[in-house]
């Protein structure tokens, strides 16, 4: 079955520490999307990207990197400079270009300050 | 730009209860309109969707008929059950040129047996 696989499901940084999150799609969907969603919240978009080697940033992008080397591949680095990173993180992808198509969502990471 | 407004939470019914939770849109022309829900520790799915005016979109036993004439996109259900204890976004595009989908606040459902 196609879809979107978020890995890890949870993730623990340290001060000062950089981390990756995983977002793989086989979907072969243009475009991509990552989201922070905080307890009791809606979601806050953070980057988006509409095709290979080319992304966005979207309303709070401050501490955060992506890349988009590959169509199905669009990894988040979290950064040192992410003071509050604790929250749970979505990863979504849609085909082709304009907001009228729909949005596959992974099933998510939950980072944690250790 | 485009936006969504939806009726705030928590809402609370008895199993076989009608449910209605009320969206009302602000939108450049007639853009698609979505409802996506999203089960405990899990992302989002997509629930229903409207591309057009009086287009009702369904899934589930969920309605949603897009209304210009009240901009709204309220999803309603006739009988809810435990199962769709949730949290419910409506959202619609951000602007025609871009791929940005603009979601609600969410609005958490918990149904009581």
């Known amino acids: 079955d196609g879809g979107i696989t978020q890995s890890p499901k949870y993730l623990f940084r340290k001060e000062g520490q950089n981390v990756t999150l995983s977002c793989e799609q086989n979907?072969?969907?243009?475009?991509m999307y990552w989201y922070r969603q905080d307890p009791g919240q809606g979601l806050r978009l953070i980057y988006y990207?509409?095709?290979?080697?080319?992304?966005q940033k979207g309303d709070i992008a401050e501490g955060y990197s992506v890349s988009r080397e590959k169509k199905e591949s669009f990894p988040l680095t979290v950064t040192s400079a992410q003071k509050n990173p604790t929250a749970f993180y979505l990863c979504?992808?849609?085909?082709?270009?304009?907001?009228?198509?729909?949005?596959?969502f992974g099933d998510g990471t939950r980072l944690s300050i250790l | 730009g485009n936006s969504v407004t939806q009726m705030e939470g928590p809402v609370t019914l008895s199993e076989e209860a009608f449910l209605t939770i009320n969206c009302t849109y602000t939108?450049?022309?007639?853009?698609?309109l979505f409802w996506y829900v999203q089960y405990p520790g899990e992302g989002l799915q997509l629930l229903l969707k409207?591309?057009?005016?009086?287009d009702k979109g369904s899934n589930k036993g969920f309605e949603a008929t897009y209304r210009k004439e009240t901009t709204s996109f309220h999803l309603e259900k006739g009988s809810v059950q435990v199962s769709d204890s949730a949290v419910y976004f409506c959202?619609?595009?951000?602007?025609?040129?871009?791929?940005?989908?603009?979601f609600g606040s969410g609005t958490r459902l918990s149904i009581r047996p």
């Open positions: 979504a992808s849609s085909d082709g270009a304009g907001g009228n198509q729909p949005q596959h």
């Open positions: 979907l072969n969907h243009d475009a």
């Open positions: 990207s509409q095709i290979v080697n080319d992304f």
């Open positions: 939108a450049t022309g007639y853009p698609s």
């Open positions: 409207a591309t057009k005016a009086d």
């Open positions: 959202a619609t595009p951000g602007y025609s040129s871009a791929s940005k989908i603009i």
